[in-house]
Nanobody, 121 residues
Framework: QVQLVESGGGLVQPGGSLRLSCAASGNIFTIYNMGWYRQAPGKQRELIAV????????NYADSVKGRFTISRDNAKNTVYLQMNSLKPEDTAVYYCNADVHIIGRGRISSWGQGTQVTVSS
């Protein structure tokens, strides 16, 4: 019904930057909040950034505030995460999540497959 595909992960040195993208496709009527989560080995999945439909409201986890920026392009059904000043502790699998209204089905929470981000020298 709806697919979220992430891209942009990889290996980066401490202090470096990466930009993640997550594109939604399918029978989409509209997408409400979109967010990015991450899960490090042995840890629970945590919400790190969320953005409202209009893009006017954003919230960040304290651990990434001031370094990461979430944005979206509603024309492309895509959410982005610009990650700057990366630290080794940012190493994790990053997942996008979208609150989607599917045509003929209603509102669901959909997840991407995840993209690995590794911060290491």
């Amino acid at each position: 019904q709806v697919q979220l595909v992430e891209s942009g992960g990889g290996l980066v040195q401490p202090g470096g930057s990466l930009r993640l993208s997550c594109a939604a496709s399918g029978n989409i009527f509209t997408i409400y909040n979109m967010g990015w989560y991450r899960q490090a080995p042995g840890k629970q999945r945590e919400l790190i950034a969320v953005i409202s439909w209009s893009g006017g409201n954003t919230n960040y986890a304290d651990s990434v505030k001031g370094r990461f920026t979430i944005s979206r392009d509603n024309a492309k059904n895509t959410v982005y995460l610009q990650m700057n000043s990366l630290k080794p502790e940012d190493t994790a699998v990053y997942y996008c999540n979208a609150d989607v209204h599917i045509i003929g089905r209603g509102r669901i929470s959909s997840w991407g497959q995840g993209t690995q981000v590794t911060v290491s020298s």
